[in-house]
């Protein structure tokens, strides 16, 4: 489980401060709106991931990784929005796009895996 925290959760903290870090320049109107929502489901993420890590069987872990691939998604579509809401240029817009996916992808192979393993 440590080599799992490592090559999952470290990467994904950087890169969700990323996230979180654009949600500075947005307008202050929507500090209890979208920045708020984003934030939740950007901390959302890492958290899930720990609570299922002191889980006691693969099962349970995994229904806690797809509770955080949930999350990432609504990260996806936040940032969707911020850029159509033009908070997000098209550039940095690609760019967390690019990390929200690749958290998801790992998400994704190591719900898989633990699936495989309960089978």
Known sequence: MNRILYELKIPCYTKLFNTLY????FPTNEKYQLISQ???AAY??????????GRGSDKEFNRFIQIALGSAHEVEYFLILAKDL???????????DKQ????????????????????
């Open 22 to 25: 654009f949600t500075l320049n």
């Open 86 to 96: 033009k908070y997000l240029n098209n550039e940095d817009y690609l760019d967390l």
């Open 44 to 53: 959302s993420i890492p958290s899930n991931f720990s609570e299922g890590c």
């Open 100 to 119: 929200i996916n690749e958290i998801k992808q790992k998400l994704y192979r190591l719900s898989v895996s633990l699936t495989k393993e309960v089978l």
């Open 38 to 40: 984003m934030q939740r």
